[in-house]
């Protein structure tokens, strides 16, 4: 089709836009308007009507496919020309520039792309260089808190196109403006807020006028409030004159602050109430540790200051490595721009014409590039083409304002809105439009004249749109699998039906569903293979052969449970329980146990033979031995595994390398030499010393023929390829993803073992994706589509069902997780994704992607049975309430992976047998019951492995830490109360040192931990030394004091037992490291559950206590928390004390009884239905002392 008959097919509003060739223009295009043949066509006008070369057009869309759309079109309009124009993503743009112009970057060298584990690697480096009083070094079990917020924090910065060294003056400005009225706000809310409030609130708007050089900036009568709210609307930094220094995109904190207040004074002057300043002190203040109200701004500037200087480091190591990230591409082409004014002319001078698909989706950088490229001209050659209805993507650094900013850089430009919709029929756009009109932060509220009302041109048979209501989550994914097949059975190409829902994990758990009805299914998604069991299995698996090699004996102890637990190797539970118990009682390592076991022996060899292997053998090859297979000449297993089909069960090329003939079997001693050297002594005499005592064991050579299982037979049998071909090729995928990942990624021509598993570590411990992509199976005939709201953007489909259209996933309540590290007020940077509006958007979108049929689907209930609402915005419509069927919809559940559940239930008759020794003398800690009651951790499961079949575990660097500073505590408390006075605090620390020492903890840990614990002691002493006294009793032992408190038997030591004997009074000490806590109520949910069972262990102390031989009758006076860090903020040492009533003592003894019942019944809870979190086990609980669990 030429020119002139596509010209002619346009409206009058795309003509129009087609023809306007020379200026700026703004071009609003809502859904299915047809702005992609609007762009195609506007740039043949252009070659049309000038002599402008096609070199001399940019187009810069979002996407690859955009581009390439963009460009077909064109070749179709204008032949061979179309190969010539600049079609460009922003990221393809900026390499192009950069390709052409490599002088002005990166110092002229060959830089090569930082992948996001790179990025992470470097973070962590300058953590690791930090002080450990910076805020951003906090740890967490080994891990910096904020590294990953660090490298979304420095995406953000680069994305708003600032520098360190412009954020830095940012900063400095706002703190300015704050310190000028820190006392004022401080003085208006030191007394209880009343009307008397208000008169001293207002004019602190003008204070902060007088700085920013407007008188009436923040009057507050209603004429001055109106005047700010139009200048704030506007989201202009030109209508109060920034500061000289600030970036032209940053608006003054002043104003910022100022219009703030304005506005809430004048509302409580028009409402005549308290509440509007209520509302804004809420938002804006908070109390600091003298309990004063300062801005939150000004307690959030420490981190983000510090967050800067990260930024900063960040930028020199890419330099100095010759490095770049993503986000560096249009950041240093900005900073060249700017730096090299004959850079900026040139590039102004090669594109007289630009045109910017979905320009709401640009961030600020982007943003800031146009005006480099437009130059200082006032109407400049750009068209924008875009819809603030559909801007969904701030999680990528998109600013909706950009529309805006657009029309105040150029002057009002010339703006055409396209409303004729080709794709909808009227009832969708009806709808859609009933949504997206409840936002606040649209065009239409702020451009006077502007309408955006769609109008249908499509039209079609069976239109409808409906909104169904089901009384559960399980009856809406059956319904709506059930309705898509009906569909389909009516005649509706498969391909033609999309389910869209918010996120991921919704289309996941409605796949079983869409299998159940045989439909073939496609959808895009990104798998983290390291969530996938084989690639766990492997890890663990090699951890245990590395440990064996490196004598690390202790290590390869604590991960043996979990590999031999897998089903894999074939294991039975009870044989698992009863080698834990007997290296337990025996004093062994698992792996002497196994070795002395004829049932485990077998596999504790080849696991030897597997650590032998470790220098000697290529990685590759050492991890497909690993995973039981062995390669003949030429043929890889992943090649054989891939040839093994239920009509060809016999890999050719692999072979299983556990079969045993009498041939192959060897004794444990034969294996010991065989290994030499690579095993401790430790081990090797006690293998050797089982070795030689064969003739009191039974025999433990396995008999011919004997073989053991492996993870290939387990995950590649012809069975599993019958049954779940879509598990058994995601699982070679993830095979083949992890070798391509690793051989990108490993530059030594011949990594180890050792390499693998930094790199599995590295990726964790960055919380970097190991990511496979799931393609769209496009060439599969007869699939449905799924996909999340954000991937619908820019499709469309016959029929679409939005599906979990709740509230809280969609509407008002959402609940977002809050920033480690928070903006100012006037530099908000991180994504508006958690605002309403942007939800809104996102819901109007997947409405628009529908053509003739949009379903949307709701619940009552969720998956845990709680009650749920339909989304805010959808609250107009009448739902369609589809019943229950007869036979309600069962929960079809993912299978997830839990190696200690299959150890744990059900529990056998056998399995009593095997711990009734065990629990004729158990005696119950307060550890053991933490951990029973705590489900966020397991609960009865975690206490039956743990701590009734002992199974092993590694000590982590932060309870090694602890472990050392209690230590040096107890030994200040002994010799205090053998001399009568304190020791030298040098004595002390130096208890310390040698405390750690004893933890064997890595250098890099060790070096920190020892900085860390001297300081806290150090702080600990200087504070508490006039608070000991040498009646304190450390590590006070209740083991032997028959302690029984109904029928439970319990025993406990105490950190430090104050006793007065001639008084018959006890005070009890607990010492603890870590985070101290103000007080009992904790903010977080970890905090909330930490300081439960802190109370809880204060009560267990008491009852301990009056409940013992020796001290029954003492009275029992109190019980503290002593936490031996200081505050961070304030450097006090705090603690927390508290008292118990009869009656919360009773009630606490009451669950002792009923979890010592369930203990030594061995009847334990299924907690499969808590949440595993505070309100979680505080219902658990309430359940065991009412006798619901």
């Given at each position: ?25 703004l071009?609003?295009?809502?859904p ?15 070659l ?25 079109r ?8 179309a ?20 002088q ?26 930090l ?61 209880k ?8 609130f ?131 082409i900005i ?106 932060d649209?065009?239409?509220n ?15 048979s ?26 389909i ?45 084989i690639i ?8 245990v ?7 690390n ?13 897998h ?36 596999f ?13 053998l ?6 497909d ?40 079997a ?94 599995i ?10 990511t ?11 699939a ?24 809280s ?109 065990t629990?004729?003398?158990y ?79 890595p ?89 439960h069972?802190?109370r ?6 008491q ?14 006076t ?72």
């Amino acid at each position: 089709m030429d020119f002139h008959t596509r010209y002619a097919t346009l409206n009058a509003n795309q003509r129009q836009a087609v023809d306007y060739i020379h200026g700026s223009l703004l071009v609003i295009a809502g859904p299915g308007t047809g702005k992609t043949e609007l762009l195609s066509m506007r740039t043949a006008q252009i070659l049309r009507q000038t002599d402008t070369l096609p070199d001399s057009i940019l187009c810069l869309t979002f996407t690859e496919s955009g581009a390439a759309n963009m460009r077909q079109r064109l070749r179709q309009i204008i032949g061979e020309d179309a190969y010539k124009i600049a079609i460009h993503t922003f990221h393809s743009f900026g390499t192009e520039i950069i390709n052409q112009h490599r002088q002005y970057f990166f110092r002229g060298a060959d830089a090569q792309p930082a992948d996001e584990l790179t990025q992470h690697q470097i973070v962590t480096g300058i953590l690791e260089g930090l002080d450990w009083r910076n805020p951003l070094s906090v740890k967490n079990n080994g891990e910096f808190v904020y590294a990953s917020e660090l490298i979304r924090v420095i995406s953000e910065f680069k994305q708003s196109g600032l520098t360190p060294a412009e954020l830095r003056l940012v900063m400095a400005d706002n703190q300015r403006v704050i310190a000028d009225i820190a006392s004022d706000i401080q003085q208006v809310f030191a007394t209880k807020i009343s009307k008397k409030t208000i008169e001293l609130f207002a004019p602190l708007a003008e204070k902060i006028a007088e700085r920013i050089g407007e008188e009436n900036a923040a009057k507050t009568s209603k004429e001055g409030a109106t005047e700010l709210s139009e200048n704030a609307a506007s989201s202009a930094p030109h209508h109060i004159k920034p500061s000289a220094a600030l970036p032209s995109s940053i608006t003054p904190y002043a104003q910022v602050l100022a219009l703030s207040i304005a506005h809430a004074a004048q509302e409580a002057i028009d409402a005549n109430s308290t509440k509007p300043l209520t509302a804004w002190k809420n938002k804006w203040c908070e109390k600091n540790a003298a309990g004063e109200f300062v801005l939150k701004d000004f307690a959030a500037s420490e981190k983000l200051s510090a967050a800067i200087d990260v930024y900063e480091a960040y930028g020199n190591v890419l330099a100095e490595r010759s490095l770049f990230d993503y986000d560096d591409m249009i950041l240093s082409i900005i900073q060249a721009c700017e730096a090299h004014p004959e850079l900026r002319a040139n590039l102004q001078e090669q594109f007289q014409f630009i045109m910017v698909d979905e320009f709401q989706d640009t961030n600020l950088a982007q943003l800031r590039l146009l005006f480099d490229l437009t130059g200082d001209e006032d109407n400049p050659n750009i068209m924008a083409v875009g819809d603030d209805d559909q801007a969904i993507f701030s999680f990528q650094g998109a600013d909706v304002g950009n529309i805006q900013r657009f029309r105040q850089q150029y002057h009002d430009p010339k703006i055409i809105v396209l409303t004729d919709n080709y794709r909808s029929v009227a009832d969708i756009l009806t709808a859609a439009r009933g949504v997206i009109t409840q936002g606040t932060d649209r065009l239409e509220n702020t451009i006077d004249g502007l309408s955006k009302q769609l109008t249908a041109h499509a039209s079609g048979s069976g239109a409808r749109v409906e909104v169904q209501e089901f009384t559960s989550v399980s009856e809406e994914r059956a319904g709506v699998a059930q309705q898509i097949a009906e569909l389909i059975k009516r005649g509706a190409d498969p391909a033609h039906i999309t389910v869209i829902a918010r996120h991921h994990k919704e289309l996941i758990e409605l796949l079983p569903y869409l299998y159940r009805q045989s439909l073939t299914v496609n959808y895009e998604r990104h798998d983290d293979i390291l969530e996938q069991d084989i690639i766990q299995a492997l890890d663990k698996l090699a951890r245990v052969v590395m440990a064996i090699h490196q004598n690390n004996l202790d290590v390869a102890n604590s991960l043996l449970p979990e590999v031999i637990a897998h089903p894999a190797f074939g294991f039975s539970a009870l044989d698992i329980w009863r080698l834990s118990l007997h290296a337990y009682k025996n004093r062994e390592l698992w792996l002497e146990s196994m070795l002395a076991n004829s049932t485990f022996q077998p596999f504790g060899e080849w696991l030897l033979e597997r650590a032998k292997d470790v220098p000697n053998l290529p990685l590759e090859e050492q991890l497909d031995k690993l995973l039981g297979l062995e390669i003949d000449a030429g043929i890889t297993p992943i090649d054989s595994v891939q040839r093994t089909s239920p009509e060809n069960p016999q890999t050719p090329g692999a072979k299983r390398v556990f079969d045993r003939d009498s041939s192959g079997a060897h004794s444990g001693r034969e294996l010991l030499q065989s290994t030499g050297e690579e095993l401790s002594s430790e081990l090797r005499t006690a293998i050797a010393a089982r070795a030689s005592s064969d003739a009191r064991r039974e025999k433990r050579s396995p008999s011919k023929g004997s073989s053991l299982n492996s993870l290939a037979d387990h995950y590649f049998s012809p069975d599993n390829l019958a049954q779940n071909p879509d598990a058994y090729l995601t699982t070679l995928e993830s095979l083949r993803t992890l070798r391509q990942k690793l051989r990108d990624r490993t530059t030594d021509a011949t990594p180890t073992l050792a390499d693998f598993l930094e790199f599995i570590d590295l990726h964790r411990s960055t919380k970097t994706r190991l990511t496979h992509i799931r393609p769209q199976a496009s060439a599969l005939g007869g699939a449905i589509n799924l996909m999340t709201a954000h991937k619908s953007k820019g499709l469309e489909f016959p029929h679409v069902f939005v599906i979990g259209a709740i509230d809280s996933a969609w509407g008002e309540k959402v609940r977002s997780r809050s920033r480690l590290i928070r903006y100012p007020a006037n530099l908000q940077l991180q994504p508006a994704g958690t605002s309403y509006d942007e939800r809104l958007r996102l819901f109007f979108v997947a409405m628009t992607r529908a053509k003739t049929t949009l379903t949307m689907t709701y619940s009552q209930t969720n998956d845990a049975g709680g009650d749920t609402m339909i989304a805010s915005f959808l609250t107009d419509h009448t739902p369609t309430i589809i019943p229950a069927a007869n036979t309600p919809a069962t929960q079809i559940t993912v299978a997830q992976t839990d190696w200690s559940a299959r150890l744990s239930a059900p529990i056998t008759a056998e399995l009593k047998d095997v711990l009734a020794p065990t629990l004729e003398t158990y005696k119950l800690s307060v550890t053991h019951l933490n951990n029973f009651l705590d489900i966020s951790r397991g609960g009865p499961q975690n206490f039956l492995l743990n701590n009734l079949l002992r199974f092993p575990s590694a000590k982590s660097p932060a309870a090694s830490y602890g472990t050392a500073i209690h230590a040096s505590l107890q030994q200040l408390h002994n010799l205090l109360r053998a001399d009568h006075r304190l020791p030298p605090a040098e004595r002390i620390l130096q208890h310390f040192r040698t405390s750690l020492e004893t933890q064997h903890l890595p250098p890099d840990d060790f070096e920190l931990y020892l900085d860390k614990g001297t300081a806290a002691l150090t702080a600990f002493l200087d504070a508490k030394s006039s608070d000991f006294h040498d009646t304190e009793l450390a590590e006070l032992d209740f083991a032997h004091q028959g302690v029984v408190v109904g029928s439970a038997r319990l025993t406990g030591k105490l950190d430090v037992a104050d006793i007065d004997k001639h008084n018959k009074t006890i005070f009890v000490t607990d010492y603890k490291t870590g985070k101290p806590s103000h007080s009992w109520k904790g903010t977080s949910d970890y905090e909330k559950i930490k300081l439960h069972k802190y109370r809880q262990q204060l009560m267990f102390y008491q009852l301990l206590v009056t409940s013992s031989r020796d001290y029954g009758n003492f009275t029992f006076t109190g019980a503290r928390l002593q936490f031996v860090e200081p505050d961070m903020k304030t450097g006090d040492i705090l603690s927390l004390e508290d008292t118990f009533s009869e009656e919360e003592l009773a009630e606490f003894a009451r669950l002792i009884g009923v979890v010592w019942r369930k203990i030594t019944t061995l009847e334990l809870p299924d907690i499969s239905g808590y949440p595993a979190d505070y309100k979680g086990m505080v219902q658990f609980e309430n359940d065991l002392l009412t006798g619901a669990a």
